[in-house]
């Protein structure tokens, strides 16, 4: 097992100008150490590294929640659909991050730290096809905090999509669920 580059990214928690297609042009192509640290050049090492030697390749990014994780896979994903010129799948992107909403809803949970907490991981996998373009993506997740369904720490809460089923208990598609208030259902998961 080879370790490669690490990149630590800070996020600015504003949108900056280093991100846009004209610097993906400046990467692609680019050795390593040639250019600025940057998710680009991660990217452009790992396409490379694929393309080179024909085996699949591996960017972990991992942080803090709130440390820009999900925006950075983004960022990758952006670079491989316009570096392979997958045209018709150039916004990739936007198709896998679309399932976001649904992942958030079952997955995440407010903390003491953060009212959005991520409490899983996501795998993404993209798929090229011989002339290295994107054909497609599939995101997994792992490790959810299975204990969280049946017990909160103090000031915590279940998983969203708890509070949401519940909020929803008088729509009719619901009924046969007898839902009642979270309070009353905070087992619903068992």
Do not use: W
């Amino acid at each position: 097992l080879a370790v490669g580059i690490i990149l630590v990214a800070i996020n600015p928690y504003k949108q900056l100008p280093i991100y846009g297609e004209a610097i993906i042009h400046a990467y692609s192509g680019q050795n390593m150490g040639d250019m600025d640290p940057h998710i680009f050049a991660v990217a452009e090492e790992a396409y490379k590294q694929m393309a080179r030697n024909n085996k699949n390749q591996s960017i972990i990014v991992s942080g803090e929640s709130g440390a820009g994780k999900t925006v950075s896979a983004r960022y990758t994903m952006r670079y491989f659909a316009t570096v392979s010129k997958s045209s018709s799948n150039a916004h990739v992107e936007d198709k896998v991050l679309a399932s976001n909403p649904i992942t958030e809803a079952i997955g995440n949970a407010k903390t003491t730290r953060n009212d959005n907490s991520s409490r899983f991981g996501k795998y993404t996998e993209i798929s090229f096809d011989q002339s290295y373009q994107i054909i497609g993506a599939n995101m997994r997740t792992y490790l959810l905090e299975k204990s969280r369904v049946v017990f909160q720490s103090e000031n915590e809460r279940n998983y969203h999509m708890f509070y949401q089923l519940c909020a929803s208990a008088m729509q009719p598609e619901f009924k046969h669920l007898k839902l009642g208030r979270s309070q009353e259902n905070n087992l619903l998961f068992i």
